[in-house]
């Protein structure tokens, strides 16, 4: 049993320094997500608790970047952003937030205050966008979006494309 319990605080150790990014490049949790094998890590916007997402969904070299350092690649870049344009019609985010991200039902986009300080930045953003809030933003990760289908909903690198078109709007890029 006491074994058992110091094989689980080495485990959650061991992740920790993985997570802060501190361990000089060399992986030792297991999560290979990164662009060199490192992970952030995310928390939820609810509560600020960890927040697990599968490293394999992190699956474009945008995506990995984005999973080692919380910087999005895609800001300023125009083809991702017409992607992104496209991606927030088709998962009705329009529907809320407006055409224009405007603001709508649901609060603008376009910053620079938030109802979450924390959407400011990029990291902060696709958190919120990936498990959604209490307050009737609803979760869009892949896995989340849809309960009865783990198959429907956002993929980082999809996200991404969203939050680079999203800046377009704001006068700063989340990445400062
Ligand atoms: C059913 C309506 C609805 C849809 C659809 C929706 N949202 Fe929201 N969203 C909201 C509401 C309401 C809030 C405010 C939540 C709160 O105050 O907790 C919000 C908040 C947000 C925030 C936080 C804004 C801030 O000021 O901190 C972001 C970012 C966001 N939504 C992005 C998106 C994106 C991207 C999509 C599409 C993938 C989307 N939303 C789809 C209703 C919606």
């Not at 993985?18 to 000089?24: L, N, Q, R, T, Y």
């Not at 997500?33 to 697990?52: L, R």
């Not at 609060?107 to 930045?121: E, I, M, V």
């Amino acid at each position: 049993m006491q074994q058992k319990n110091l094989l689980v605080m080495a485990l959650i150790v061991s992740f920790g320094i993985v997570a802060c990014g501190k361990d000089g490049g060399k992986s030792t949790g297991g999560d290979k997500a990164g662009a060199n094998g490192k992970m952030i890590e995310f928390v939820t916007t609810q509560d600020g608790k960890p927040m697990e997402i599968k490293p394999e969904l992190f699956d474009t070299p945008a995506a990995k970047e984005f999973a080692a350092t919380g910087k999005n690649p895609y800001i300023g870049q125009q083809d991702a952003i017409d992607k992104g344009k496209k991606l927030f019609q088709m998962y009705s985010c329009t529907q809320c937030h407006g055409g224009d991200a405007q603001g709508q039902t649901g609060p603008s986009l376009h910053g620079p205050n938030f109802r979450y300080a924390k959407d400011a930045t990029n990291k902060g953003m696709f958190e919120t966008i990936w498990h959604g809030t209490n307050g009737g933003m609803g979760a869009k990760g892949k896995g989340l979006m849809d309960p009865t289908d783990p198959n429907n909903g956002l993929v980082p690198d999809e996200v991404l494309k969203i939050q680079a078109w999203v800046r377009t709007h704001g006068s700063t890029t989340g990445n400062e």
